[in-house]
């Protein structure tokens, strides 16, 4: 095999951890400043502004220093009181798994729960509000990422809004990779982070909390202080006249501040235009080669994540083991109940690019064709060539 296993892999095409931007890893260079030292407080005031500005937010968000699961946990720790009852949607891994968080702080617990190849259906949350007016928080994942689909949170969060009820949002492997912000969807709070769609490394969580989050947040007897599951102790964190509770992680704040100047520069249209086409001539170029998507349907697919069903007989795991010692590319497992099931092939910040379509293609169609199934490389070739070239 010509790439082993204990030598770095030429492409990185996964859904998480993604290839940080090379400026990003310039930025991770500079040096470590005290936290206490004014030039660092002046910095970390900057970079939340820039947050804000990418977030779209009204209110300044806040930086948990830690990978967004820690958000995640946070923001039911923060949010949900015991008499709370929350609605948990669930479309897959990670929507199911916010539902054991929530169950940890409120014993009330409902769910909705679909495929793991569908989304939520607005219509359902909806029924199930108007039957359960006890409902007073709903958590959504916008992108399921172990199954590449996308819920429609807008719309979802249009519903719970009407209903007054506090909306839990993760968009960690969505924001910037495609138009969501958290006051589109009207989140209480909604979390997100560099190690996705923003190119930079994991570490760091980005939270856009509301106000009327934060007077719940205030007033819930059960929420964490002086905890590194905390929102509270770092509310007022992005001020340079206010101490830090703990220390921040000052490498990965060079490092976010970098990636986002390259997104406000490159402007997020224009990112995540490139994230929808890669993604599009991804599906196209699978379906040529007679592959079938995860995603029940093409409306549901997602722009940053593309997952492809397991052909019958094949094993999963040997593929991508032959993909990445034949060409020296990584792709994504499933995860949970979908392991085994697909492969996803992210296209996430750098790789987020057309070309990486093509390599994507050829290095899954080769490793299926060296494993004895039948995969058109050539065909798929063509078919993502042809949507590329469609949006020259
Ligand atoms: C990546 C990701 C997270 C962060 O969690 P890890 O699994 O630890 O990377 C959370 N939610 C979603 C939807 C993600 O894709």
Redesign the pocket.
Known sequence: MRYADDAEPVITLT???VNAYPDVLRGLSRTVLYDYDPAFQIFYEMVVEKAQKAMRLSTKPVILHG???LG?EAAAASLISPDDTVLNLASGV?GKGFGYWAKRYSPNLLEIETAYNEAIDPQAVRDMLKKHPEISVVAV?H???PSGTINPIDEIGAIVADHGAFLIV?A??SFGGMKTHPEDCQAAVYIT?P??CLGAP?GLTMAGVSDRAWAKMKANAAAPRASMLSILDWEKAWSRDEPFPFTPSVAEMNGLDVALDLYLREGPEAVWARHALTAKATRAGLRAMGLDLWAASEAIASPTTTAVRTPEGVDEAELRRQVRARYGVVFSSGRGETLGKLTRIGHMGPTAQPIYALAALAALGGALNAMGSRADVGAAVTAAMSVIDADA
Do not use: A, F, I
């Open positions: 859904s998480g951890p990978e967004p699961v995640l990670y994942c992108h399921d990422t993760d960690v492997s982070g190690n996705k994991p």
